[in-house]
């Protein structure tokens, strides 16, 4: 059975140690994964990573890893589509040229390249995946 749309951009794992070192671990996985941290709130028990830019073919996208723990981990990606408008003949170039779209899901090939290596970190330091029910 197949999917017509890609699943949504979020993963989680369940944790065995004190929720106040559970950031700290989640920071240095995706720190060692050349992620730059933009936000880093204890408080909250949240980061957010600064803006990466993939490119697959003419489509550019830009995307932040979310993350978020409560009762569990939460892994988010949130993303936007760069897109090249078609303008007039009498236009040439210009600023305008480029539009960004907000997306809901990225194609289910680029969700695998951003979240297999954050999947196995998360693997490594004992996090459990929570299992889907179907």
Do not use: W
């Not at 017509?4 to 004190?18: A, E, G």
């Not at 993939?54 to 979310?66: K, Q």
């Not at 723990?69 to 003949?89: C, L, P, T």
């Amino acid at each position: 059975m197949s999917c017509t749309t890609p699943p949504r951009m979020v993963q989680s794992f369940h944790y065995d140690i004190p929720k106040s070192a559970v950031l700290e671990k989640c920071r240095n996985i995706l720190i060692k994964l050349d992620y730059e941290i933009d936000i880093y709130a204890t408080e909250s028990n949240m980061l957010i990573t600064r803006p990466i830019q993939l490119r697959r073919a003419l489509r550019r996208y830009d995307y932040i890893v979310y993350l978020q723990v409560n009762d569990r981990i939460q892994v988010h990606v949130a993303a936007e589509r760069s897109i090249f408008k078609r303008g007039s003949q009498s236009t040439f170039g210009g600023d305008n040229q480029i539009e960004k779209q907000a997306e809901s899901t990225m194609p289910i090939r680029l969700q695998k390249k951003i979240y297999k290596p954050i999947h196995r970190g998360m693997i490594k330091n004992n996090f459990r995946p929570n299992k889907i029910s179907k």
